[in-house]
């Protein structure tokens, strides 16, 4: 074999390994995606992506995943718990005034951060 056979040989191995590189990546990548995704629903949170974050559907989560909240503790997510079942869902994010402890202080850290 001679050099410059030996360089092409090199050079198309590199290429070779590089693509399959990527490949590798991609897939694992796609994999997770899928997986979060899946695990999400499965879990009862219903996300809704947007550019920076994921928003909280205050009609589906648990008093724990609704402690992911600023402002709200054990507490205050029971009480969220409660009021929907005590009264059904919400039909706006703002409805969650309603519920005792949440006032427009904590609305206002939150209302980003969830969806009805």
Known sequence: MTPSERKEKLENSTAVFAFA???????LFLSLWVYGARHSAA?????????REARININTASAEE??????IGETKAKA????RERHGAFSTVEDIIK???IGPATFEKIKDYITV
């Open 99 to 101: 519920v005792y402890g």
């Open 66 to 71: 609704l402690t992911a909240l600023s402002g």
């Open 80 to 83: 969220i718990v409660a009021y």
């Open 43 to 51: 879990a009862g949170i219903t996300v809704v992506e947007t550019a």
């Open 21 to 27: 590189a990527v490949a590798v990546f991609l897939s």
